[in-house]
């Protein structure tokens, strides 16, 4: 049992839990509103709430098998702390009315059917049914094992500010305790989460949060110093923050995206970090015309494409609630559109990476191979290779492919392609 939950916590929880289960808008976004209009609610209040709705998003294919689809928030909450949280009757009965004492002890008597590979899974039929056909059985299931588990809380140091051994015994002095991450030189891994928000480290752009999976995309990219690099969809700035520090501040640095609210975001991080080199810009689409006028010129170009955003469920488990198969089948052509786009920045002998954390092959192979096919001035790279190059030894084959069982990381793929000279 890893949660104590009291009266008022759980009505609270329900309360979140049932707008969350709209699926109208993302997990974290909802919670954010539903606190804010709680004020009451002190920090470990949040933080039970938090955890019992992350809880149940986490395993609710099982929670709603055992519980009955039609059932409410509430009782979706008691029977997850039943199935997975341990708790014994005797210790919910304070929480219980007489009708939910009756009914939670006919679930707990109750054999349940043997589960079907998506319900084992906790996913829609659709996505447990596309990556068994990737992975097989054995391995869908050890991955689902493993994105249904919190995150491990990663952070990066700016090498421009600190040095990971400084930044190390610094979060030891104050008490938090992390150690090297396994691949990327700059992560550090927490060994519990806190809030670092107001720590003096994250205060002056010393340290940023990240997960170590990410780290590695910008190892990939390689930029070196006073050349011209490209993030073709920054989101809020944690890559181009990477590559500007690789860049030791030199050269030029464009952070692209088409929301002008996730750049507003990067910009208070970017001024964190002190680096000169980045000029954020929002563009209409990935034809626009600033794009165009750039076209054979950078060195190097990142794609994080917009993505399902699969292979972080560990942190977003809604992910698979919220997603659809015609959706992510749409995805396949727009991420092929925006890769095309990009291309077209990279100058002869330049380097492309197209990156997605997705888990699934329609939206990191196809995309690829589709491109190479169309673009035969574009040659493959070994990720492995590049990454060796710069002493990160870590073996996924000519593409770079991590998850959560193998790596201890988020979910991320990448493909490393060069222009040819």
């Not at 008490?175 to 205060?203: C, N, T």
């Not at 507003?264 to 990935?286: D, M, Q, T, Y």
């Not at 469920?313 to 659809?324: C, E, F, H, I, Y």
């Amino acid at each position: 049992m890893t949660i104590q939950i009291t009266a008022p916590q759980l009505e609270a929880a329900a309360d979140a839990l049932a707008e969350v289960l709209r699926f109208q808008s993302p997990a974290d976004g909802v919670l954010s509103a539903y606190f804010r209009s709680e004020r009451k609610l002190g920090q470990r209040d949040r933080a039970v709430i938090a955890e019992t709705v992350y809880g149940v998003l986490r395993h609710l294919r099982r929670v709603r098998v055992a519980a009955g689809d039609a059932v409410g928030a509430r009782k979706l909450i008691l029977a997850w702390l039943v199935r997975f949280e341990g708790y014994s009757l005797r210790q919910l009965d304070p929480l219980l009315s007489g009708g939910e004492r009756q009914w939670l002890a006919d679930q707990k008597a109750a054999t349940p059917p043997e589960p079907t590979l998506a319900e084992r899974c906790d996913m829609p039929d659709w996505l447990a049914a596309r990556l068994s056909a990737q992975r097989g059985d054995a391995a869908t299931i050890a991955l689902a094992d493993a994105l249904s588990q919190p995150a491990s809380l990663d952070i990066r140091v700016n090498p421009a500010r600190i040095d990971r051994d400084a930044a190390l015994a610094r979060l030891k002095a104050d008490g938090i305790e992390g150690r090297p991450g396994e691949y990327s030189p700059l992560s550090i891994r927490l060994d519990r989460k806190v809030a670092l928000q107001k720590h003096p480290l994250f205060l002056d752009g010393s340290i940023e949060v990240q997960d170590e999976g990410s780290q590695l995309l910008g190892f990939l990219v390689a930029p070196r110093r006073g050349e011209m690099v490209a993030d073709f969809c920054a989101g809020a700035g944690g890559k181009t923050l990477l590559l500007g520090a690789l860049m030791r501040s030199t050269g030029r640095l464009y952070a692209f995206d088409v929301s002008e609210k996730r750049l507003a975001r990067f910009k208070p991080r970017l001024a964190r970090s002190g680096l000169s080199n980045v000029h954020p810009s929002a563009i209409a689409h990935e034809n626009d015309v600033r794009i165009k006028r750039l076209a054979g010129k950078m060195d190097r170009v990142l794609v994080d494409a917009p993505c399902s955003g699969f292979g972080t469920l560990r942190r977003n488990p809604d992910l698979k609630w919220r997603q659809d198969e015609e959706a992510v089948d749409r995805l396949h052509a727009k991420q092929l559109d925006i890769l095309t786009a990009a291309a077209r920045l990279v100058k002869s002998g330049g380097r492309l990476v197209y990156a997605t954390c997705s888990l699934l092959a329609e939206e990191n192979d196809q995309v690829v191979d589709a491109f190479l096919a169309a673009h035969p001035e574009f040659v493959e790279e070994s990720a492995t290779e590049v990454l060796a190059s710069q002493r990160i030894t870590l073996d996924t084959g000519a593409r770079l492919r991590l998850d959560p069982v193998s790596h201890g990381t988020d979910g991320f793929f990448a493909a490393v392609l060069t222009r040819r000279a």
